[in-house]
């Protein structure tokens, strides 16, 4: 669903909040606007929200809690929102298990790209099993397996796995992952790439630090093995 997907707006400044939803609305998303973390995470625990959209800094409950608990909980896809984009709150984020984030003054339109381009990222299926060693990929029901147990994966981790996998032994360029993956153009963020790495080698290598499937090949970029 992109068209009319249903949006879990967590932003406790009144006015920005009061925006972004009038923005999402009217460009026909259905928005559930909440000022804190704990009213978030009831609305998520009710289900039917198909995109989170979650500002860092809240009072009680942080953005990065909230995050690890929604990443924690499930697979729905999340997008911060960050007051400054400084470094360490970009990456902080991004280790916590967002899938993408716009900082702050942020138009309606540049979040309801980022939204449109998440979700589009979930509905791309290609009919297809294939199998890796102990890993198996299944696109057609986007499901991934090690030694026969599913692995969750975030639905961005999930693209970078088909989008690396969909051609092994090839190098990718962040850039190039930047512009198929996240569909950001020149001034995509690498940090990205990186994270969403380091979170899907987490989960799909049996030891992230000597990795097998996911390679990085210096000074260029990342390749699937094995090769």
Known sequence: MVGGSRVLL???????REGLELALSGLGHRVRAVGSGEAGLEWL??????????????PGMDGFEVC????ASGEVPIIMVTARGEDVDVVAGLEAGADDYVVKPVQGRVLEARIRAVLRRIGREQAE???????TVDRAGLVVTVRGAVVSLAPTELRLLLELSGAPGRVHSRQQLLESVWEHGYFGDSRLVDAC????RAKIEDDSAAP???QTVRGFGYRFGPV
């Open 68 to 71: 690890r608990r929604v990443r």
């Open 45 to 58: 625990r009710a289900g039917g929200v198909d995109v989170v959209v979650l500002d860092l800094m809240l």
């Open 10 to 16: 967590i932003e406790d400044d009144a006015a920005v």
């Open 129 to 135: 099993l294939e199998r890796y060693g102990e890993l």
């Open 197 to 200: 790495v380091q979170r899907l």
């Open 212 to 214: 097998v499937f996911v």
